[in-house]
C-alpha cells in the first residue's frame, strides 16, 4: 500500500512528507519512494505560534486548521508529483500541528481532564486525493489512560529491535524523546518518554534574537561560540521534577517555551552563551533520560547499547559533540542504516501508524504512553 505520513512537529519548521509502500507490519516491509520538506511561511509559523499553548480567537484557529490542511495537501502533491508517483496514493497519514498537549490531567469544570489538540484539517487532503485520511491519533490513547504520547516508538519497535543488542532510539525535534528496546524483546517490549527540550529553545532564542530573520543555529555553529550558564542548566536540571519523574512522562512547548526562552534572556549574557546554554540543556538532559531509565531498563551500562538518533537536532554538529561528552563510550550514530533518512524518521511513522489504523491494529504501546491497553488509534476522513 502507497501511503504518505505527515508531520509538522513542534520546531515549527515546517511540513515534512514520507511516500512509503509498506507491504507489511509485523515484520516491517518497506519501500521509501519519496521525501519532501517545506519549509513554513514566516506569517503561517507566526500564526501558529499565536494559538499555542496561549489565549487565541476562534476564528484564528478555525481558519489556520483549514489553511494547514490544504497546506498539508500541497506539499503531498509536490511530493507526489516531483518523483512521478501520480495518482498511486491510497492512503494518508496526518499527526496534524500540535497547538496544545497536557498529557496528565488537571481538574476542569469539576472533573480531572487531560487534552491534546492537533489541527490540519483532513477533509482538505481526501477531497483532493480521494483516498483515506487518518489523522488525529493521540486523543484515542488519552482516553484509554494514556498521555497520547510518544506515538512513535511504534515504529521504534518495529524497526530497531535486535535480538543481541539493546538499543536506544532518539529523535531531537523541538522536544526530545527515546524509545529504549532491550536485546531479544517482544513487540511492544520498551520504555519510552520525553526527555525535555531538543531544538525548541535554541530556535525561539535565534528567532527572537534575528526577528524571525533566522529561524535555528546551523550547525550550533554561534553556540560553539559561547560559554554555557552551567548554573542555569543545573538548576533546571535538579529544580524541576520532570526530570526525576518515572516514565511514562510527555513534554511541550508549555515548559520549554517562551517562559524558558525568556528566563535565559534574563541573564544578559549574549546569544552565543545563551546557545550554548541551550544545547548543553538538551544534551545533558537526554543523557539524565538516557542513564537514569533508559540503561536500567535495558540492564546495561553505557558501552552496552546503541544509540540511533534522528530528526533535525542530528545536524547541529555541536550539539552531537555534547551528547558524546555527556554520554562517553556510547556507539552514536544516525537512523540511515534502517531506512530511515533522520529528517523523515516521523514521517514514516505516521505512515506506518495510518497503515496499522485501516488494518484494524492497534497504534500505540501501553508501556510507552501509560494507557491502559492498546487501541487502534486515529480518525478516519472519507
Same mark, same amino acid.
Given at each position: 500500500?502507497?501511503?504518505?505520513?505527515?508531520?509538522?512537529?513542534?520546531?515549527?519548521d515546517g511540513i515534512d512528507v514520507a511516500i512509503v509502500d509498506i507491504a507489511q507490519l509485523s515484520p516491517f516491509r518497506f519501500t521509501l519512494l519519496a521525501t519532501h520538506a517545506e519549509p513554513y511561511a514566516a506569517e503561517v509559523r507566526e500564526a501558529i505560534l499565536g494559538v499555542s499553548d496561549c489565549q487565541a480567537h476562534t476564528a484564528d484557529l478555525?481558519?489556520?486548521?483549514?489553511?494547514?490542511?490544504?497546506?498539508?495537501?500541497?506539499?503531498?502533491?509536490?511530493?507526489?508529483?516531483?518523483?512521478?508517483?501520480?495518482?498511486?496514493?491510497?492512503?494518508?497519514?496526518?499527526?496534524?500541528?500540535?497547538?496544545?498537549?497536557?498529557?496528565?490531567?488537571?481538574?476542569?469544570?469539576?472533573r480531572p481532564i487531560a487534552g491534546?489538540?492537533?489541527?490540519? @484539517?483532513?477533509? *482538505?487532503?481526501?477531497?483532493?486525493? /480521494?483516498?483515506? %485520511?487518518?489523522?488525529?491519533f493521540r486523543p484515542r490513547d488519552m482516553a484509554a489512560g494514556g498521555k497520547g504520547a510518544p506515538l512513535v516508538p511504534f515504529l521504534d519497535s518495529l524497526v530497531f529491535g535486535d535480538a543481541h543488542t539493546p538499543r536506544i532510539a532518539?529523535?531531537?525535534?523541538?522536544i526530545a524523546n527515546l524509545t529504549a528496546i532491550p536485546a531479544g524483546g517482544k513487540p511492544g @517490549?520498551?520504555? *519510552?518518554?520525553?526527555?525535555?527540550? /531538543?531544538?525548541? %529553545?535554541?530556535?525561539?532564542?535565534?528567532?527572537?534574537?534575528?526577528?524571525?530573520?533566522?529561524?535555528?543555529?546551523?550547525?550550533?555553529?554561534r553556540g560553539r561560540l559561547g560559554r554555557p550558564i552551567?548554573?542555569?542548566?543545573?538548576?533546571e536540571l535538579e529544580e524541576n521534577p520532570y526530570y526525576a519523574a518515572t516514565p511514562p512522562k510527555t513534554a511541550g512547548r508549555e515548559q520549554y517555551g517562551d517562559a524558558m526562552v525568556s528566563a535565559l534572556e534574563s541573564t544578559g549574557r549574549p546569544l552565543e552563551d545563551l546557545l550554548a546554554t541551550a544545547a548543553l540543556m538538551t544534551a545533558r538532559s537526554i543523557a539524565v533520560g538516557v542513564t537514569?531509565?533508559?540503561?536500567?531498563?535495558?540492564?546495561?551500562?553505557l558501552p552496552g547499547a546503541e544509540l540511533f538518533v534522528a530528526g533535525g537536532g542530528r545536524h547541529n554538529g555541536f550539539l552531537m559533540d555534547l551528547l558524546a561528552g555527556e554520554l562517553p563510550g556510547l556507539r552514536i550514530e544516525g537512523t540511515e542504516r534502517f531506512q530511515l533518512p533522520i529528517d523523515f524518521k516521523e514521517a514514516i511513522a505516521f505512515a506506518a501508524l495510518a497503515y496499522a489504523t485501516i488494518a484494524g491494529q492497534p497504534g500505540n504501546v501501553p508501556s510507552a504512553t501509560g494507557a491502559r491497553h492498546a487501541a487502534v488509534l486515529g480518525k478516519v476522513t472519507r
Open positions: 500500500m502507497i501511503v504518505a505520513g505527515i508531520m509538522s512537529g513542534t520546531s515549527l478555525t481558519r489556520l486548521h483549514v489553511l494547514l490542511g490544504e497546506l498539508y495537501a500541497d506539499a503531498v502533491e509536490r511530493a507526489l508529483s516531483a518523483n512521478g508517483l501520480g495518482s498511486r496514493l491510497e492512503l494518508i497519514g496526518c499527526h496534524g500541528q500540535t497547538i496544545f498537549h497536557q498529557g496528565d490531567t488537571r481538574p476542569y469544570l469539576g491534546t489538540l492537533q489541527i490540519g @484539517e483532513p477533509s *482538505a487532503m481526501a477531497e483532493r486525493f /480521494g483516498v483515506p %485520511v487518518v489523522s488525529d532518539l529523535n531531537i525535534g523541538g @517490549e520498551l520504555i *519510552a518518554f520525553d526527555t525535555g527540550p /531538543g531544538n525548541m %529553545v535554541m530556535d525561539s532564542l535565534v528567532r527572537r534574537a534575528t526577528g524571525g530573520r533566522e529561524t535555528f543555529d546551523a550547525d550550533g555553529a552551567e548554573d542555569f542548566v543545573r538548576m537514569r531509565f533508559a540503561l536500567p531498563y535495558l540492564r546495561t551500562e
